[in-house]
């Protein structure tokens, strides 16, 4: 019996952090995700199996991110492999 793939973006991995990791934060994530909702830049974000996505910030959370890209999608934090701004060019 063949087992059936999960996508990363409806399974949730828990990420486990204790309350001085997230007490030790820079804001610096806060900082450019409520940077990239306002200007509306278009981002890419790459999972963890590789499958990427391409929409806007509409919000997030300490765990989830929800894009919207035609449809609206939630994306599990833990899931994501690295984000970039679409028109920058990647080596």
């Not at 990420?15 to 001085?20: E, I």
């Not at 910030?57 to 939630?74: A, C, M, P, S």
Request: charged share 25%; with cysteine.
């Amino acid at each position: 019996m063949a087992r059936s793939r999960v996508s990363p973006l409806t399974a949730h991995h828990a990420v486990q952090l204790t309350s001085v990791a997230r007490q030790e934060s820079s804001h610096a994530e806060v900082f450019y995700f409520q940077k990239q909702m306002q200007t509306q830049t278009l981002m890419t974000f790459v999972l963890d199996d590789g499958e990427s996505l391409e929409g806007f910030i509409e919000w997030y959370d300490q765990d989830v991110i929800k894009v919207r890209h035609g449809g609206r999608t939630l994306i599990y934090k833990s899931c994501i492999k690295y984000l970039y701004k679409s028109g920058e060019n990647q080596k």
